[in-house]
């Protein structure tokens, strides 16, 4: 914990105990230390393949560190955006900006699938993620230190092939924190797990976000994931963002809590109805 | 070896020695009930001589000298001619898989070019180079291009965009991007064509030294068939399997060595 903790901070001196119980406290509260994050703006954001507007005019602050889900249906334009937000688009019009200069290294995404290097061990794979730093001597200690955090060290040597889904997303997780990105992406990275799967990737998911402070933008269909995890869920809606709803639940969320369920029926509600078809109850 | 074969099994032989011989039972089967039909007399020997007249035709070249020195010279066409063809057609396999501009301005040319059997230019090849040496090689080389050209096209095409765009999200340049991704990602599909290129190499250099040659194997078998020695007629036929099928497991050793992290290839 201490090593976390000083890992959320890196140019702070080593924190006393008073420092670290108060630290602790906080987190625990949600009222985090200073983050590491990067705070996120758009501007005007728009966006169109061919004809097809996908995103006419996105306005959006994310404060640094903060974990912000993306819902909508199929086709609404929310991976577009976070595909824009990872550079992987060009923007049409618009502006995003990370508040300072982020370096490559800095944003990272995690997709759906895993995309893992099949022929590379999983330390090799994991070691892609440095980016630039691939070649410096601590390459592999820093990898191995990422794996350790997803709970795989013990399959440093194993080729992809024979791991399971959950185990090559993990895998796919140390890739996009092994060099403690400021901006964290995902694009529906638990779409092809299993349900148990799912909600231990869950849990990890909050773990590192929790540990390593960065800025979070998940992509979702799954409203309850978006609400178990995110302190703020966007509802997009043709291009635009529909709903800004702010989840004030406090960590660590128990799954199927009422306050949860609440809250996701009245997301659900608002996707359904703005489509016509109103929830049953 | 395929998917199914390398699924353990629950009750697997364990006898790791017979398991070796296992592929030998049906060649030396045959070979056997080919003796036994030519010393019973159920096949005459001038149709087709008893597996021990050709051993020992075998035996007398050998001794001769003779049939080491044919192996050798068609062993070194097919290789050289192998290098050559399959160096170019690699080359132009990766230009055309990474650059659109090369694959615009060369693939159709080849495409057109492929579709002549390169066995009907052996007239053209022997105008223009005589029985010499350079005419086999031209011949060997021409024909294993095509299969490694087209194979690493594809290997090179199908690599997964996915991976790609991960690389380059992950700062790759465009060499580290060839080395780690696009290269390991065709080289399945480049040992698919160096397969059907070894096959094709033996097929040209036989057909090549029958027609046009003053050594080698095929030359061999020819000139066995003008004394009417048909012992060492069939003893080039079974070296021909035998060379066939030591090329084939080379280049199954090679891909083993070189896609352990295949499932297929992965040992249990």
Same mark, same amino acid.
């Given at each position: 914990?201490?090593?976390?903790?000083?890992?959320?901070?890196?140019?702070?001196?080593?924190?006393?105990?008073?420092?670290?119980?108060?630290?602790?406290?906080?987190?625990?509260?949600?009222?985090?230390?200073?983050?590491?994050?990067?705070?996120?703006?758009?501007?005007?954001?728009?966006?169109?393949?061919?004809?097809?507007?996908?995103?006419?005019?996105?306005?959006?602050?994310?404060?640094?560190?903060?974990?912000?889900?993306?819902?909508?249906?199929?086709?609404? *334009?929310?991976?577009?955006?976070?595909?824009?937000?990872?550079?992987?688009?060009?923007?049409?019009?618009?502006?995003?900006?990370?508040?300072?200069?982020?370096?490559?290294?800095?944003?990272?995404?995690?997709?759906?699938?895993?995309?893992?290097?099949?022929?590379?061990?999983?330390?090799?794979?994991?070691?892609?993620?440095?980016?630039?730093?691939?070649?410096?001597?601590?390459?592999?200690?820093?990898?191995?230190?990422?794996?350790?955090?997803? *709970?795989?060290?013990?399959?440093?040597?194993?080729?992809?092939?024979?791991?399971?889904? *959950?185990?090559?997303?993990?895998?796919?997780?140390?890739?996009?924190?092994?060099?403690?990105?400021?901006?964290?992406?995902?694009?529906?990275?638990?779409?092809?797990?299993?349900?148990?799967?799912?909600?231990?990737?869950?849990?990890?998911?909050?773990?590192?976000?929790?540990?390593?402070?960065?800025?979070?933008?998940?992509?979702?269909?799954?409203?309850?994931?978006?609400?178990?995890?995110?302190?703020?869920?966007?509802?997009?809606?043709?291009?635009?963002?529909?709903?800004?709803?702010?989840?004030?639940?406090?960590?660590?969320?128990?799954?199927?809590?009422?306050?949860?369920?609440?809250?996701?029926?009245?997301?659900?509600?608002?996707?359904?109805?703005?489509?016509?078809?109103?929830?049953?109850? | 070896?395929?998917?199914?074969?390398?699924?353990?099994?629950?009750?697997?032989?364990?006898?790791?020695?017979?398991?070796?011989?296992?592929?030998?039972?049906?060649?030396?089967?045959?070979?056997?009930?080919?003796?036994?039909?030519?010393?019973?007399?159920?096949?005459?020997?001038?149709?087709?001589?008893?597996?021990?007249?050709?051993?020992?035709?075998?035996?007398?070249?050998?001794?001769?000298?003779?049939?080491?020195?044919?192996?050798?010279?068609?062993?070194?066409?097919?290789?050289?001619?192998?290098?050559?063809?399959?160096?170019?057609?690699?080359?132009?396999?990766?230009?055309?898989?990474?650059?659109?501009?090369?694959?615009?301005?060369?693939?159709?040319?080849?495409?057109?070019?492929?579709?002549?059997?390169?066995?009907?230019?052996?007239?053209?090849?022997?105008?223009?180079?005589?029985?010499?040496?350079?005419?086999?090689?031209?011949?060997?080389?021409?024909?294993?291009?095509?299969?490694?050209?087209?194979?690493?096209?594809?290997?090179?095409?199908?690599?997964?965009?996915?991976?790609?765009?991960?690389?380059?999200?992950?700062?790759?340049?465009?060499?580290?991007?060839?080395?780690?991704?696009?290269?390991?990602?065709?080289?399945?599909?480049?040992?698919?064509?160096?397969?059907?290129?070894?096959?094709?190499?033996?097929?040209?250099?036989?057909?090549?030294?029958?027609?046009?040659?003053?050594?080698?194997?095929?030359?061999?078998?020819?000139?066995?068939?003008?004394?009417?020695?048909?012992?060492?007629?069939?003893?080039?036929?079974?070296?021909?399997?035998?060379?066939?099928?030591?090329?084939?497991?080379?280049?199954?050793?090679?891909?083993?060595?070189?896609?352990?992290?295949?499932?297929?290839?992965?040992?249990?």
């Amino acid at each position: 914990m201490q090593e976390a903790l000083r890992f959320l901070q890196p140019d702070a001196e080593p924190l006393d105990r008073a420092d670290f119980v108060e630290q602790a406290r906080a987190a625990r509260h949600g009222l985090r230390a200073p983050s590491r994050g990067l705070p996120l703006t758009i501007r005007g954001l728009k966006k169109s393949y061919g004809d097809n507007e996908v995103l006419r005019g996105i306005d959006l602050h994310i404060p640094a560190g903060q974990f912000v889900a993306i819902v909508g249906r199929s086709g609404c *334009g929310k991976s577009t955006l976070l595909r824009l937000i990872a550079g992987l688009e060009t923007i049409d019009a618009g502006t995003i900006s990370f508040g300072e200069a982020a370096r490559p290294e800095d944003v990272r995404v995690m997709f759906q699938e895993p995309r893992l290097l099949p022929w590379a061990r999983v330390l090799s794979n994991v070691e892609v993620g440095l980016g630039r730093d691939r070649a410096t001597p601590d390459a592999q200690a820093r990898a191995d230190r990422a794996l350790t955090e997803v *709970g795989l060290d013990d399959k440093r040597g194993q080729w992809p092939a024979v791991l399971s889904g *959950g185990q090559k997303q993990r895998v796919a997780l140390a890739r996009a924190l092994v060099s403690h990105p400021r901006v964290l992406a995902f694009d529906e990275p638990l779409g092809a797990l299993d349900a148990l799967t799912r909600i231990s990737m869950q849990r990890l998911l909050e773990r590192v976000w929790h540990d390593q402070a960065f800025t979070a933008v998940l992509v979702t269909h799954d409203v309850a994931e978006a609400v178990a995890l995110a302190d703020r869920v966007l509802v997009i809606e043709d291009g635009r963002i529909a709903h800004d709803v702010h989840v004030d639940i406090p960590r660590p969320r128990r799954r199927g809590s009422a306050d949860l369920a609440a809250l996701e029926g009245s997301i659900l509600s608002n996707l359904l109805e703005s489509a016509g078809e109103p929830l049953q109850q | 070896m395929s998917l199914i074969e390398s699924l353990p099994r629950a009750n697997r032989l364990r006898l790791p020695r017979a398991d070796g011989l296992i592929p030998w039972i049906v060649p030396l089967a045959i070979i056997l009930i080919w003796q036994v039909a030519c010393v019973t007399g159920l096949v005459s020997a001038r149709v087709l001589p008893a597996p021990s007249d050709v051993a020992l035709a075998g035996w007398k070249l050998l001794l001769s000298g003779e049939l080491a020195r044919n192996i050798w010279v068609s062993f070194w066409r097919a290789s050289v001619g192998f290098v050559i063809g399959g160096s170019i057609g690699f080359a132009f396999g990766l230009a055309n898989g990474l650059s659109p501009i090369s694959s615009k301005l060369t693939d159709t040319t080849l495409q057109m070019v492929r579709n002549i059997p390169h066995l009907a230019l052996i007239p053209l090849v022997i105008l223009w180079f005589g029985i010499d040496e350079s005419a086999k090689l031209f011949l060997v080389a021409l024909g294993v291009f095509f299969p490694i050209y087209l194979n690493t096209l594809h290997g090179i095409r199908t690599v997964d965009p996915h991976l790609i765009e991960m690389g380059r999200i992950y700062g790759m340049t465009d060499g580290e991007l060839f080395r780690r991704v696009i290269f390991p990602g065709a080289l399945p599909s480049i040992f698919v064509g160096v397969r059907f290129a070894l096959g094709i190499m033996w097929l040209t250099l036989i057909v090549a030294e029958t027609i046009a040659a003053s050594s080698g194997l095929g030359y061999m078998a020819m000139q066995a068939r003008e004394f009417m020695l048909i012992d060492v007629v069939v003893l080039s036929i079974l070296i021909y399997a035998l060379l066939g099928k030591l090329a084939d497991s080379a280049s199954r050793v090679l891909e083993r060595l070189t896609l352990s992290w295949h499932p297929a290839f992965q040992k249990h």
